[in-house]
């Protein structure tokens, strides 16, 4: 006796409304020191959960974007705040996806032109590209604490 699984379909949620909103602690950096490792790890699990939260809300068409711009915010306000605290929030509405990294330090995050050899410096031109490839926009608070984005939702694409 042969057994086959089958995946039924998951009904898309879809709805609007917050998707998740989660707060990491942190210890500020010395200097030029690298981050401790505990900070650099709850990036990832941020990532993971924000990966979670997306499939289940059927929007695992933005997950690979999403991780990307995430992992890119969430770096930057552990690297460049000073701050203890970075919240993390993903909200849908009419359509579109709207992510934002708050540390509640004041201060822009501008885009850096750099060159081929730079080690460093190319996450929010890849924020950019990205928002740009999926009609959305992105930019800071007027304080600066807050770095958010927004992606256009794609439409749902039908089952084979």
Do not use: F
């Not at 974007?65 to 552990?78: C, F, G, M, Q, R």
């Not at 750099?114 to 890849?126: C, F, Y």
Request: proline share 6%; charged share 25%.
């Amino acid at each position: 006796m042969t057994t086959t699984a089958v995946r039924t379909p998951r009904a898309v949620l879809r709805r609007d409304g917050e998707v998740m909103r989660e707060r990491i602690e942190i210890v500020p950096r010395n200097g030029a020191d690298p981050p401790r490792s505990q900070d650099a790890t709850r990036v990832g699990a941020l990532r993971r959960i924000a990966a979670a939260k997306l499939r289940y809300c059927g929007l695992d068409l933005l997950i690979d974007e999403v991780l990307l711009i995430v992992s890119e915010l969430l770096t930057n306000a552990v690297l460049h705040s000073g701050t203890r605290q970075i919240d993390l929030s993903l909200c849908l509405e009419h359509g579109v996806l709207h992510i934002a990294v708050t540390d509640g330090m004041p201060g822009n995050a501008p885009r850096k032109d750099v060159d081929g050899n730079a080690e460093s410096g190319r996450g929010l031109a890849l924020v950019d590209a990205l928002v740009q490839e999926n009609g959305g926009r992105w930019g800071t608070s007027g304080d600066g604490s807050e770095t958010w984005c927004s992606l256009v939702v794609p439409p749902e694409q039908p089952r084979p």
